[in-house]
């Protein structure tokens, strides 16, 4: 078992930055492949970034690449997303992911285990 704790979200104002993290615990962090989906007021929820396990390769959404960057630390057994030029499209709850498989997953069904979310709210 593996559990997820998101953290780091908060207001900020459009154009600012945010970091969050999420804290692994449980199975050896190096085995699972993790990433972050996020879902706004009524809708679905997405993907946003995933890294692997054996390679540190990353992937993102369309909608982030140039202004998040994933990363993780797995003697910290953490994982974190750096937010810059934030968007109020970017405002949602924000999910740490984790999946059984060193690759990465867009969709959500992949991922096995999950946290309890983080709000970022990006003012205009």
């Known amino acids: 078992q593996v559990q997820l704790l998101e953290s780091g979200g908060g207001l900020v104002q459009a154009g600012g930055s945010l970091r969050l993290s999420c804290a692994a615990s449980?199975?050896?962090?190096?085995?699972?492949?993790m990433g972050w989906f996020r879902q706004a007021p009524g809708k679905e929820r997405e993907f946003v970034a995933a890294?692997?396990?054996?390679?540190?390769?990353?992937y993102y959404a369309d909608s982030v690449k140039g202004r998040f960057t994933i990363s993780r630390d797995n003697a910290k057994n953490t994982m974190y997303l750096q937010m810059n030029s934030l968007k109020p499209e970017d405002t949602a709850v924000y999910y740490c992911a984790a999946r059984l498989n060193t690759g990465w997953a867009r969709a959500a069904y992949e991922y096995n285990y999950w946290g309890q979310g983080t709000q970022v709210t990006v003012s205009s």
């Open positions: 449980g199975r050896t962090f190096r085995s699972y492949a």
């Open positions: 890294i692997t396990w054996s390679d540190y390769i990353t």
